[in-house]
């Protein structure tokens, strides 16, 4: 009995793999087109003398004036 259960387990791990791997590929070909939408933004923070927030998805920056607590200016990537 033991030896039949062990059998199927890596079986059916594979195809959980190869799922995940299919439905990761698809959320990619999907999202390509419509891109990040930068709705999950997080806290301020400063480095080297600039204040930014980061897109917590894909890790895009904008630049923040703490002065008024907005972020302004497009977004860029980390140098």
Same mark, same amino acid.
Not at 14 to 32: E, H, M, P, V
């Given at each position: 009995m033991? =030896?039949a259960? *062990? !059998? =199927?387990?890596?079986?059916m791990t *594979?195809q959980r %793999?190869?799922l +995940?791997?299919?439905l *990761?590929? $698809?959320?990619?070909f !999907?999202g =390509?087109? $419509?891109?990040?939408?930068h @709705?999950r933004?997080?806290w301020?923070?400063? /480095? %080297?003398g600039?204040?930014? @927030?980061?897109?917590?998805?894909?890790g895009v920056r @904008?630049?923040? %004036?703490?002065?008024?607590w907005?972020?302004f +200016?497009s977004?860029?990537r /980390? %140098?």
């Amino acid at each position: 009995m033991q =030896r039949a259960v *062990s !059998i =199927r387990q890596p079986q059916m791990t *594979s195809q959980r %793999d190869s799922l +995940g791997t299919t439905l *990761s590929a $698809f959320k990619q070909f !999907i999202g =390509r087109p $419509f891109g990040c939408w930068h @709705r999950r933004m997080s806290w301020p923070m400063t /480095r %080297d003398g600039q204040t930014y @927030r980061a897109c917590l998805k894909c890790g895009v920056r @904008r630049s923040f %004036d703490t002065k008024t607590w907005k972020t302004f +200016g497009s977004f860029y990537r /980390r %140098d």
